[in-house]
């Protein structure tokens, strides 16, 4: 079993940054991809970015500039840097791995509000 914590949601000013962090813990070796989804009112759930075991991103065109994953093994953190914030950005933020089996494990979540 993984566990994911998430932390580092708030409120911040439209331009503002923000750093989110996602904790794995348990049985962490089986963990391929760690990334970053939202989800806001009435949207469906998307990918922000993702990074491999190797350190490959995958950004979406939204984020792209603005957005920077990044992990420390050591820590067994996943890190989301994010700058120059949008409203638009407004969602709930979550860390999602992928283990063996393609297993998927989610954190609780934690909410991101962008204010104009």
């Known amino acids: 079993q993984v566990q994911l914590v998430e932390s580092g949601g708030g409120l911040v000013q439209a331009g503002g940054s923000l750093r989110l962090s996602c904790a794995a813990s348990g049985s962490i070796f089986s963990i391929n991809v760690m990334g970053w989804y939202r989800q806001a009112p009435g949207k469906q759930r998307e990918l922000v970015a993702s990074?491999?075991?190797?350190?490959?991103?995958n950004y979406a065109d939204s984020v792209k500039g603005r957005f920077t994953i990044s992990r420390d093994n050591a820590k067994n953190t996943v890190y989301l840097q994010m700058n120059s914030l949008k409203p638009e950005d407004t969602a709930v933020y979550y860390c999602k791995g992928v283990g063996a089996a393609a297993r998927v494990y989610w954190g609780q979540g934690t909410q991101v509000t962008v204010s104009s």
């Open positions: 990074i491999t075991s190797g350190g490959s991103t």
